[in-house]
C-alpha cells in the first residue's frame, strides 16, 4: 500500500555557551596533565638535556721511536742517561751511554690498528756499577676518528726504584686515556698535537723529568701509563746489561664527549614522548 507525506514542519535548535566554562577548564587541565606534566618531568629530573654522552673506540695509537731514560747507578747520586734527542745527550757528559734497543708494535686483533707495543733496551753497565733506579718515557702518537678527528702526541712514563740492585725490569701495563673535559662531537682537534719532549732546546731544563710531567699535567687530555705490573730482578752478572721490558698495552676506550645540536634534540623528544 502506498504511503503519502501530507505535512512537514523543520525544527532548528541553538546551543549557546560561553568559553568560561567548566567543561573549558577540564579541557586545559586535561591538555596541561597530558602534555606539561610530562615535559616538567623529563626536565625536573636533570635528564632532559643531555649535555654529555660516551662512545667506545679503538684509538689509532704507534710509537714514535722516542725514548728518555735516567738510571741511577749508586745510591749517593751516580747515574747514566740516554735518550733519543741529540740535545739532551750532548749534555750529559761522561753520564751518557748508548743501549740496545728494540721495539716492535703488534695489531693482534687484525683490525689495522695496533694493540701493543713491545719495547726492550739493553743497558751496558761497567763491573762496579750498579741499578738501583729506572726512569723512562716513551711517546706515542694518539688519535680518534669516530666522532671527532683528535690527534694528539702523548707519552708514557715508567718509575721504579729498590734498595737492592737489579738486573732487569719488567713492565705491563695500558696507556689510557684521561680526560678532563670532554671532546667536540665533530670537527679536526690538534691542539695537544706537539711534542711531549721539547727536542729543539739545548738546555737542561727542557729536559728535566719533573718539568715534562708537569707540562704534560696541565693537558686537559693526556695518556697515562696505568694498570701497571712490575717485576724487579736483583743480581745482575758481572758485565752482564741491565735490560727493560715494557708492554704497553693499548685499550679499547669509554670516549665523553659533548653532543650537537640534533642529538641533544633527539634525546630530549624521546623523553618528552
Do not use: C
Not at 688519535?143 to 705491563?172: D, E
Not at 729536559?207 to 708537569?214: E, G, N, P, S, V
Amino acid at each position: 500500500m502506498a504511503i503519502y507525506e501530507v505535512f512537514t514542519h523543520p525544527s532548528l535548535i541553538r546551543y549557546r555557551t560561553s568559553i568560561f566554562t567548566k567543561a573549558t577548564l577540564f579541557l586545559l587541565i586535561v591538555l596541561a596533565l597530558t602534555y606539561i606534566s610530562p615535559l616538567l618531568v623529563a626536565y625536573r629530573s636533570h635528564g632532559f638535556w643531555l649535555k654529555v654522552n660516551t662512545y667506545e673506540e679503538q684509538p689509532n695509537v704507534r710509537f714514535q721511536y722516542q725514548v728518555l731514560m735516567i738510571t741511577a747507578t749508586s745510591t749517593s747520586g751516580d747515574f747514566v742517561a740516554w735518550s733519543t734527542y741529540e740535545n739532551f745527550n750532548n749534555l750529559q757528559g761522561d753520564h751518557l751511554r748508548f743501549p740496545l734497543v728494540t721495539a716492535m708494535e703488534e695489531d693482534k686483533n687484525q683490525d689495522g690498528k695496533m694493540d701493543l707495543l713491545n719495547f726492550r733496551l739493553e743497558l751496558p753497565l761497567q763491573p762496579s756499577e750498579h741499578v738501583y733506579s729506572v726512569q723512562f718515557l716513551l711517546t706515542f702518537s694518539y688519535q680518534l676518528f669516530r666522532m671527532s678527528t683528535f690527534i694528539m702526541q702523548s707519552m708514557a712514563y715508567v718509575h721504579f726504584s729498590s734498595p737492592i740492585s737489579g738486573s732487569q725490569l719488567t713492565v705491563i701495563g695500558d696507556l689510557k686515556l684521561h680526560q678532563q673535559e670532554p671532546l667536540k662531537h665533530r670537527g679536526l682537534d690538534t691542539r695537544y698535537n706537539t711534542s711531549v719532549v721539547n727536542d729543539d732546546s739545548p738546555f737542561a731544563s727542557s729536559y728535566d723529568l719533573a718539568d715534562i710531567t708537569a707540562s704534560y699535567q696541565e693537558r686537559n687530555v693526556t695518556t697515562v701509563f696505568a694498570n701497571q705490573y712490575t717485576v724487579w730482578t736483583p743480581i745482575r752478572a758481572a758485565n752482564a746489561p741491565f735490560i727493560i721490558k715494557a708492554v704497553i698495552k693499548y685499550p679499547l676506550e669509554i670516549i665523553t664527549y659533548r653532543p650537537g645540536f640534533w642529538e641533544m634534540i633527539k634525546t630530549a623528544w624521546i623523553q618528552y614522548v
